[in-house]
């Protein structure tokens, strides 16, 4: 919801701003737009791979969609543990095979298994840098292009001011300020490119990913606890606890 409303009001101002100073084709200018543009995208495709380009389009894409929800995730936890504590293992095996989330189902596979506390630890902390790892790199990659799109403005800037300055001596007072202002233009695009759309879109990424890591640490709390032996009802208590903490840290947060 925050998504579109941003976007609705980024189209809102800009429309203003547009229509408040003077028409459509004041803010137009091909070359500015073709070197603004053009070259934040060219600079992007050198800086980064294809499949990392394709994986940052996508997270973008989902920041219209809903976040996984935990709830349902832990109170798979925490049925597995009631079954565990039965030790009806047939009934764990099932539920463990019609859990949704992929870390849980390794880090209690390995419960199941007679795991050692210390190597359920190990593994799953491993998932969990490597999901921060990867979950990085699209707001990595809107970061960069944030960076990249105010200096491709500036270029284009400075071609415009080279070419007004050429025809100083042969133009009138008119032209040259028509000049000045194509020129102009591209630190707009630029500014806009990068404060509007890009870094906004990085920093949503990088809330996301704080969250999902957050919701992995709580699972793992949950798989550890039941490794070490305690009963289901302390087991809800303490995740319905640490979820509390972490609703109330995002809360804050935003």
Sequence with gaps: MSTSIGLIGAVAL????????????????????????????VAGFLAFRLSEIKDALSAAATMFREDHV????????????????RHSIADAEARLRAMRSPFLKIGLQMCLDGASTDDILNVMNWRVQKFAEQEGLPARFYRTL????????????????????????????????????????????GLILANLIFKPIAIKLETRTQRRIQMLNVMLAGIVLLRVGKSPTMIQDSLDAMLREVRDEVGNAD
């Design 14 to 41: 800009l429309s203003f701003v547009i229509l408040h100073e003077g028409s459509d084709s004041s803010f137009v200018d091909p070359t500015g737009i073709v070197i603004v543009f053009g070259g934040t995208v």
């Design 146 to 189: 944030a960076g990249f799109a105010p200096a491709f403005g500036l270029l284009a800037t400075l071609t415009g001011l080279i070419g007004m300055m050429a025809k100083l001596g042969t133009a009138d007072v008119r032209a040259v300020g028509a000049s000045m202002a194509i020129a102009l233009l591209a630190t707009f695009y």
């Design 70 to 85: 935990l709830d349902r995730d832990l109170a798979d936890l925490v049925a597995f543990a009631r079954a565990t504590s």
